[in-house]
């Protein structure tokens, strides 16, 4: 990768206290394996976020079992700040890419869903990765092995650069 400044990469889910939280911790510890980790800043928002929230108690816990530490992040809205700021938006389902087409200006070649950034798939309609908060195990356990095969995938794409 030939970044001659930092890049940020934004993930959006709804209120930024389970999806987008989880992936970040997740993105932040595997980037250590590529050799423009330093280069690369992770950040995480929610279109409907309530400013200043710990993540959820669950995803709080799952991430403690993989070993990570999320219990210092809180809670963001998005802003035209963060979104100036970001190089690429990642959100969780279309409603979010939705918000953000809609709301922000000079967003269109930066925003995506995950599941659809640098795939052939766009036409697809099973694209949105499904919020499991207040659900049972197995749909956090869908989350989780889809948080860390596209954080994998997607830190790859942006080391091709």
Do not use: W
Not at 21 to 47: C, E, P, Q, R, W
């Amino acid at each position: 990768m030939f970044l001659k400044k930092k890049f940020y990469l934004l993930l959006v889910c709804k209120a930024n206290i389970t999806r987008s939280v989880y992936m970040h911790a997740y993105m932040n510890k595997i980037l250590d394996k590529y050799t423009f980790s330093k280069k690369i800043n992770i950040m995480s928002a929610g279109t409907n976020a309530i400013k200043g929230l710990p993540p959820h108690d669950v995803i709080r816990h799952i991430a403690a079992l993989n070993g990570l530490t999320i219990k210092n992040l809180r809670s963001k809205r998005i802003s035209q700040k963060i979104v100036d700021k970001a190089n690429l938006i990642l959100t969780m389902e279309n409603e979010q890419k939705k918000v953000i087409l809609e709301k922000f200006n000079n967003v269109e070649n930066k925003t995506f869903r995950i599941l659809e950034y640098g795939q052939n798939n766009l036409y697809s309609d099973n694209l949105d990765i499904p919020d499991p908060t207040g659900k049972d195990t197995n749909d956090y356990k869908k989350f989780i092995e889809i948080s860390h095969t596209e954080s994998k995938r997607i830190l790859k794409q942006l080391s091709e650069l």
